[in-house]
T-cell receptor, first 111, second 112 residues
Framework: GDSVTQMEGPVTLSEEACLTI???????????LFWYVQYPGEGLQLLLK?????DKGSNKGFEATYRKETTSFHLEKGSVQVSDSAVYFC??????????FGQGTRLTINP | DVKVTQSSRYLVKRTGEKVFLECVQD?????MFWYRQDPGLGLRLIYF???????EKGDIPEGYSVSREKKERFSLILESASTNQTSMYLC???????????FGPGTRLLVL
């Protein structure tokens, strides 16, 4: 079945460092891909999405590009802030209304 | 903005109790979902509904039931709570099956 694999966490960085959180997927068709973020004590918020190959999603300085050839959707940010500390989930949606999530990556940014 | 609200942020129940978790969305979305979130497992789909009075099982429906009597409201029911149902429960909604799902703040349930 469809699946999403994220890099193991937790990830700890200093403020202004570069961030990459890896995400790869397995799917039989052409899914839409998402990054959701969960701040402490809150539900999930959509961070960005891409619906077809080579699309780039971006929001709040984060970017991810849908790479069909490598089945990847890595999350990147050039300069992280303390306020980016959260858990990040990669997910895919393919028909059947069902989002398939990765296990989540906890990110902590130190001042 | 889409707003999805859940009736409680924190809930403590005893084993064997019947538990109701309520979710309401204000955007006239067709689809609604219940997930549970556990450390290291991400989110797993319990049930979803694509219309009033319609429901479909997700990946882990055992021990749960749902009710959707009105379009804006989707309830998750634990008929007889057990300790392995201690978890964070997240509700979501989407306008159509292919569109973005919007999540509520979650209910953290502790079953003693």
């Amino acid at each position: 079945g469809d699946s999403v694999t994220q890099m193991e966490g937790p990830v700890t960085l200093s403020e202004e460092a570069c961030l990459t959180i890896n995400c790869t997927y397995t799917a039989t068709g052409y899914p839409s891909l998402f990054w959701y973020v969960q701040y402490p004590g809150e539900g999930l918020q959509l961070l960005l999405k891409a619906t077809k190959a080579d699309d780039k999603g971006s929001n709040k300085g984060f970017e991810a590009t849908y790479r069909k050839e490598t089945t990847s959707f890595h999350l990147e940010k050039g300069s992280v802030q303390v306020s980016d500390s959260a858990v990040y989930f990669c997910a895919l949606l393919q028909g059947a209304q069902k989002l398939v999530f990765g296990q989540g990556t906890r990110l902590t940014i130190n001042p | 903005d889409v707003k999805v609200t859940q009736s409680s942020r924190y809930l403590v129940k005893r084993t064997g109790e019947k538990v109701f978790l309520e979710c309401v969305q204000d955007m006239d979305h067709e689809n609604m979902f219940w997930y549970r979130q556990d450390p290291g497992l991400g989110l797993r789909l319990i049930y979803f509904s694509y219309d009033v009075k319609m429901k479909e099982k997700g990946d882990i429906p055992e021990g749960y039931s749902v009710s959707r009597e009105k379009k804006e409201r989707f309830s998750l029911i634990l008929e007889s709570a057990s300790t392995n149902q201690t978890s964070m429960y997240l509700c979501a909604s989407s306008r159509t099956e292919k569109e973005t799902q919007y999540f509520g703040p979650g209910t953290r349930l502790l079953v003693l």
